[in-house]
């Protein structure tokens, strides 16, 4: 019971990683606030967990500053405090084009999602974890922010950027008792990698995904929510700045030109 007694905001909670971190945290004894633009799928996340009192859910887009400063004050004025806030919600933009053919819309909508949603949330949560004098903040982030082949070129950007927004703003934090990680998921079954798996699986080759990380294997969101609850917990208290990999490996390895597809 890691989180009893806290509070904890996870964006993206209606499913994929999102949903396994809420369900893990509510699990370890948090009061939940669930966010994500999907309105009917965050109340069955809702109903999942039951225990009214203990969770909070507002559809929103985290683009929007202004619905973002309205979520996290309603949310303080439900709860009386934050103390965890998840940065999971994203998008992938679905374009794998070379940079070349890259459409500048697509770069758009997902700088306004991965990076300017987690800096909304950061904003306003923070504000009030540095008043009351701590808090943790974990962004997910991915391998593809790390190194190229895990992503199209913006989603990959986006996500280098989190990496980046993570380390400057533990170093803003770090005086207010304010902590902020990073979790790098690999290749992860969720909705945002469905087409993924859904073409290896129709091509006959779902044996293939994952072969290329260490442990030769794709992961689950639980096991990336594993690790977003120690980072968020008091078992990280000296952990900050960090960005840490959840990919079987992947990133340990050599990638050689033309290697990962």
Not at 52 to 72: H, K, M, N, T, Y
């Amino acid at each position: 019971m890691r989180f009893d007694n806290k509070v904890a905001i996870i964006t993206g909670a209606a499913s994929g990683i999102g949903r396994a971190t809420a369900q893990r945290l509510f699990n370890e004894g948090a009061s939940v606030a669930l966010v994500d633009r999907n309105e009917d799928a965050l109340a069955g996340v809702a109903a999942e967990l039951g225990t009214p009192s203990r969770v909070w859910f507002g559809a929103l887009d985290i683009s929007d500053v202004a619905q973002v400063e309205r979520c996290v004050g309603e949310v303080f004025e439900r709860f009386g405090r934050i103390d965890a806030l998840c940065n999971n919600a994203g998008i992938s933009g679905g374009d794998y084009s070379p940079i070349t053919d890259t459409d500048t819309a697509v770069w758009q909508q997902i700088i306004a999602v991965n990076i300017m949603g987690a800096v909304h949330f950061t904003k306003y949560a923070a504000r009030i974890m540095r008043d009351q004098g701590s808090g943790a903040i974990v962004n997910t982030a991915s391998v593809a922010g790390i190194r190229s082949g895990a992503g199209g070129n913006a989603y990959s950007a986006s996500k280098a950027a989190v990496i980046n927004l993570t380390m400057t703003s533990a170093c803003d934090l770090g005086q207010a008792n304010v902590r902020v990680n990073a979790v790098c998921p690999g290749l992860i079954e969720t909705g945002m990698t469905a087409p993924v798996f859904e073409r290896a699986r129709a091509a006959q080759k779902e044996d293939r995904l994952g072969s290329r990380c260490e442990l030769r294997r794709y992961g689950r969101p639980e096991e990336v929510a594993a690790v977003i609850a120690f980072l968020a917990s008091d078992d990280a208290s000296y952990v900050t700045g960090q960005a840490l990999p959840v990919d079987g490996g992947n990133t340990a390895s050599l990638n050689l030109p033309g290697m990962k597809v």
